[in-house]
């Protein structure tokens, strides 16, 4: 039953919503993980780049539109 109360598990229509319920608290869990990852990963990235040079590479398009190279760290990422 997968820790389902026992008087969910008698009734099967409370029990069906239940599992519904616990399928997108999982999900929702999942998504903040991999969110909580990355930013761990980009603030460690911009802590072994502090106090030291570096250099950004930029791509442009036929639009002379330019993109930077780099994914983790660039102007155009997610501020913290």
């Given at each position: 039953n997968g820790g389902c109360p026992p008087h969910i598990v008698a009734d099967k229509e409370r029990h069906k919503k239940w599992r519904q319920q616990q399928a997108e608290l999982h999900a929702r869990y999942q998504e903040m993980s991999r969110y909580s990852v990355r930013s761990r990963q980009t603030l460690k990235i911009a802590g072994d780049y502090e106090h030291t040079t570096f250099f950004?590479?930029?791509?442009?398009?036929?639009?002379?539109?330019?993109?930077?190279?780099?994914?983790?760290?660039?102007?155009?990422?997610?501020?913290?």
């Open positions: 950004l590479s930029w791509s442009a398009d036929y639009r002379s539109r330019f993109y930077p190279m780099q994914f983790w760290l660039h102007p155009q990422a997610t501020d913290f």
